[in-house]
């Protein structure tokens, strides 16, 4: 996506660790115009997929979702990090791997907003190793509803997460792929 | 708002200790259609106050504040709560006491978002106590940007929150204020 790329070379920063900050308009500051861009992009891509539920995960995936939600006229789910204890029966749950806060956690949603009549459209801010995302696929799964597909905003392409999704044969769909950054000089290379 | 109370009535969910449910359509799960009503009464309510900002926090504001955001063509920004120890002179802090997890936690916003040229309208999905409402208002403040008002989904009217904001004369606009609910019979009363 063109003006995505365009707006993460613009107003990205790219820090040591492979960190690339776009809290100016992404996951900070929201720049909801981009975001409704966005939202029409990932109609397109999804599009003839039947989508009826946006599923993403707190926190910064949710103005993304809603746009989305908005898109495809489909009421949008986010899943919770869970803070305390689960009460077992009523939500469905997943362990995730922060490799940001190093230590790993349960994200879950209420068993009441998803079902096997919900074909699920994923989306997320970024894609690294995956570990958001595979933890919201078992949601699904464990659901028995339909995974009609994952959109992703920014995909780190030289972390495994995207490529382990895409030979499983889920439809991931990420605006834009970084292939490469350059903390030093601030290069960003997209992949084409 | 009449949609709004007709929606409470029909889906919330009166728990005990004052617990209003209402994540099938508002904090889990979120119905985007109705989202863009409540966006379009905060628009009215709000109108000449020359809101140039959203500001809301984490986790279930963000979605009310993007699509606030795109009613008034202007740039959403969400508090974080802070996981780690703040870099002093980049952010604004706060501390918020949360009732519910009977703890204190920091709230913060980048420095480079939020400024003296900002008019500030802060959204939220709850008023309780005020306690998350009157950080978000002291990051303001400390931005020394100007606040245009607030904007609740619901108020809880028998909780002090509301009170004690209206009598600092801040601008606090509740799209549906409970004054009285009951655990037993389910039945939550309006006011008018």
Redesign the interface.
């Known amino acids: 996506m063109k003006l995505l790329k365009e707006r993460i070379q613009q107003d990205g920063k790219v820090k040591e660790g492979n960190i690339l900050k776009v ?3 992404l996951n ?6 981009l ?2 861009e966005i939202a029409k992009e990932f109609q397109r891509r999804f599009a003839d997929t039947g989508v009826n539920k946006i599923l993403t995960i ?2 910064s995936g ?2 993304i ?3 989305v ?2 898109v495809f ?6 899943a ?1 990090k869970a ?1 305390t204890k689960n009460i077992a029966g009523e939500v469905y749950t997943s362990k995730v791997m922060s490799y940001t ?1 190093g230590r790993e956690f349960d994200i879950i ?2 068993k ?2 998803l079902g096997k009549d919900d074909r699920v459209l994923i989306v997320d801010d970024f894609l690294a190793n995956g570990a958001a995302l595979e933890g919201l696929i078992s949601l699904v799964e464990a659901a028995g509803a339909h995974l009609c597909g994952c959109g992703i905003v920014i995909e780190k392409g030289f972390q495994p997460g995207g490529e382990n999704l895409r030979k499983k044969g889920i439809k991931l769909e990420s605006l834009a792929i970084v292939d490469a950054m350059d903390a030093e000089t601030g290069v960003i290379t997209f992949r084409e």
Chains 1, 2 share one sequence.
């Open positions: 809290d100016s308009f900070h500051q929201i720049d909801v115009e975001l409704g707190e926190a949710i103005g979702a809603v746009e939600g908005g006229n489909a009421p949008v789910l986010f919770k803070k806060h949603v209420s009441d907003f």
